[in-house]
Protein backbone atom coordinates (compact mmCIF):
# COMPACT_ATOMS: atom_id res chain seq x y z
CA UNK A 1 0.00 0.00 0.00
CA UNK A 2 1.36 3.67 -0.77
CA UNK A 3 0.46 5.97 1.51
CA UNK A 4 0.39 9.51 0.19
CA UNK A 5 0.14 12.77 1.89
CA UNK A 6 -0.88 15.85 0.38
CA UNK A 7 -0.04 19.47 1.10
CA UNK A 8 0.08 23.60 -0.68
CA UNK A 9 -3.64 24.01 -0.25
CA UNK A 10 -5.08 27.21 0.35
CA UNK A 11 -7.10 30.34 -0.26
CA UNK A 12 -6.17 32.62 -2.85
CA UNK A 13 -7.28 35.38 -5.28
CA UNK A 14 -8.08 35.03 -9.35
CA UNK A 15 -5.39 34.89 -11.13
CA UNK A 16 -2.80 33.80 -8.28
CA UNK A 17 -0.86 30.68 -7.71
CA UNK A 18 -0.32 27.92 -5.59
CA UNK A 19 1.67 24.43 -5.56
CA UNK A 20 0.60 21.36 -4.39
CA UNK A 21 3.19 18.52 -3.13
CA UNK A 22 2.43 15.13 -2.29
CA UNK A 23 4.22 13.01 -0.57
CA UNK A 24 4.45 9.00 -1.37
CA UNK A 25 5.85 6.12 0.23
CA UNK A 26 5.31 2.20 1.18
CA UNK A 27 4.74 0.36 -2.27
CA UNK A 28 6.29 1.73 -5.61
CA UNK A 29 3.86 2.69 -8.56
CA UNK A 30 3.83 3.20 -12.02
CA UNK A 31 1.95 6.14 -12.28
CA UNK A 32 0.48 9.57 -10.17
CA UNK A 33 -1.66 12.00 -10.51
CA UNK A 34 -3.94 14.84 -9.25
CA UNK A 35 -7.36 14.58 -9.66
CA UNK A 36 -10.26 17.40 -7.48
CA UNK A 37 -13.70 17.79 -6.56
CA UNK A 38 -15.86 20.42 -6.35
CA UNK A 39 -19.06 20.16 -3.72
CA UNK A 40 -21.63 18.57 -5.81
CA UNK A 41 -19.41 16.93 -9.07
CA UNK A 42 -17.98 14.00 -9.96
CA UNK A 43 -14.10 13.55 -8.99
CA UNK A 44 -11.94 14.77 -12.28
CA UNK A 45 -8.53 13.97 -13.23
CA UNK A 46 -6.54 17.21 -13.23
CA UNK A 47 -2.76 15.93 -14.42
CA UNK A 48 -1.34 12.80 -14.25
CA UNK A 49 2.15 10.97 -14.63
CA UNK A 50 2.17 8.16 -16.38
CA UNK A 51 4.18 4.75 -18.27
CA UNK A 52 6.88 4.83 -15.48
CA UNK A 53 7.24 8.96 -15.93
CA UNK A 54 7.94 9.60 -19.29
CA UNK A 55 4.41 11.18 -20.34
CA UNK A 56 1.93 13.72 -19.10
CA UNK A 57 -1.37 14.23 -19.08
CA UNK A 58 -4.09 17.02 -18.22
CA UNK A 59 -7.67 17.64 -18.58
CA UNK A 60 -8.24 20.31 -21.25
CA UNK A 61 -9.84 22.88 -18.49
CA UNK A 62 -6.65 23.03 -16.63
CA UNK A 63 -3.57 22.96 -20.12
CA UNK A 64 -1.35 26.05 -20.17
CA UNK A 65 -1.94 26.77 -16.56
CA UNK A 66 -0.98 23.97 -14.43
CA UNK A 67 2.12 21.84 -14.40
CA UNK A 68 2.95 18.38 -13.14
CA UNK A 69 5.85 16.94 -12.09
CA UNK A 70 7.92 14.38 -9.96
CA UNK A 71 10.86 14.79 -7.69
CA UNK A 72 14.49 12.62 -9.56
CA UNK A 73 13.01 9.77 -6.66
CA UNK A 74 9.89 9.94 -8.16
CA UNK A 75 7.99 10.24 -4.05
CA UNK A 76 7.07 13.45 -4.25
CA UNK A 77 4.71 14.77 -6.75
CA UNK A 78 3.74 18.36 -7.67
CA UNK A 79 1.14 20.28 -9.37
CA UNK A 80 2.01 23.68 -10.33
CA UNK A 81 -1.06 26.04 -10.31
CA UNK A 82 -0.89 29.33 -12.03
CA UNK A 83 -3.48 31.84 -13.61
CA UNK A 84 -5.90 30.56 -10.90
CA UNK A 85 -9.82 30.63 -11.67
CA UNK A 86 -12.98 30.62 -9.07
CA UNK A 87 -14.22 27.29 -10.99
CA UNK A 88 -10.61 25.66 -9.91
CA UNK A 89 -11.88 25.74 -6.49
CA UNK A 90 -12.10 21.96 -4.96
CA UNK A 91 -10.60 19.30 -3.06
CA UNK A 92 -7.38 18.26 -4.39
CA UNK A 93 -6.62 14.33 -4.17
CA UNK A 94 -2.92 13.07 -4.86
CA UNK A 95 -3.52 9.39 -6.38
CA UNK A 96 -1.21 6.56 -7.89
CA UNK A 97 -1.10 2.77 -9.79
CA UNK A 98 0.99 0.46 -9.74
CA UNK A 99 -0.26 -0.45 -13.69
CA UNK A 100 1.58 0.45 -16.66
CA UNK A 101 -1.10 3.53 -17.84
CA UNK A 102 -2.05 4.44 -21.82
CA UNK A 103 -2.79 8.03 -23.00
CA UNK A 104 -6.59 6.75 -23.02
CA UNK A 105 -6.42 5.89 -19.15
CA UNK A 106 -4.46 8.29 -17.47
CA UNK A 107 -6.94 10.60 -16.04
CA UNK A 108 -9.42 7.95 -15.36
CA UNK A 109 -10.54 7.83 -11.87
CA UNK A 110 -10.57 4.18 -11.90
CA UNK A 111 -7.36 3.73 -13.34
CA UNK A 112 -5.82 4.65 -9.75
CA UNK A 113 -6.17 2.97 -6.21
CA UNK A 114 -4.51 4.63 -3.95
CA UNK A 115 -5.68 7.84 -3.03
CA UNK A 116 -4.37 10.63 -0.46
CA UNK A 117 -7.10 12.53 2.01
CA UNK A 118 -7.06 15.58 -0.49
CA UNK A 119 -6.28 19.08 0.64
CA UNK A 120 -8.55 22.00 -0.26
CA UNK A 121 -8.09 24.58 -2.57
CA UNK A 122 -10.00 28.06 -2.95
CA UNK A 123 -9.96 30.64 -5.32
CA UNK A 124 -12.01 33.55 -4.87
CA UNK A 125 -13.10 36.25 -7.82
Known amino acids: QVRLVESGGGSVQAGGSLRLSCAASGSSYSSMAWFRQAPGKEREGVAA????????KYADSVKGRFTISQDNAKTTLYLQMNSLKPEDTAMYYCATSARMLAWWSALLRASYNNWGQGTQVTVSS
Open 49 to 56: VYAGGGST
